[in-house]
């Protein structure tokens, strides 16, 4: 059963960096995950894959994503899905901080890296 913890949740509470807090749902009785990112130019995680789809909502700065072997350029306003069993990645392309939220569909992320 799942932890009760005071609401709101402070971003800052979760665990991670600065760069990257992760939220995983069943600690919090939530049936979704997400990663919170604030990435500088340059940073972005190595390819993997999840037993479900990823859902990225680019809140600002620029990206390029690659999923399954095709890149997609994408910027504030602007949402990418990676279907489940699909190899993707993301790096911050631009010159600014990059800030996207990366929302799992599990309330546990589960992650097979490929590189």
């Known amino acids: 059963m799942a932890e009760q913890r005071e609401m709101p949740i402070e971003l ?18 939530s049936m979704v995950s997400f990663f ?29 994503f690659t999923v399954d072997g095709e890149e997609i350029e994408a910027g504030p ?17 631009g010159s600014e901080i990059l800030h996207l939220i990366g929302i799992h569909s599990a309330p546990r992320m589960e992650q097979e890296n490929l590189e």
């Open 12 to 29: 800052d509470s979760l665990p991670g960096s600065d760069e990257s807090r992760k939220f995983e749902g069943a600690d919090y009785g």
């Open 36 to 64: 919170h990112v604030y990435g500088p130019p340059g940073s972005g995680p190595p390819l993997h894959k999840h037993p479900y789809e990823e859902t990225f909502i680019v809140e600002s700065g620029t990206v390029t």
């Open 77 to 93: 306003g602007q949402i990418v899905i990676a279907p489940p069993n699909t190899p993707h990645k993301f790096i911050n392309s």
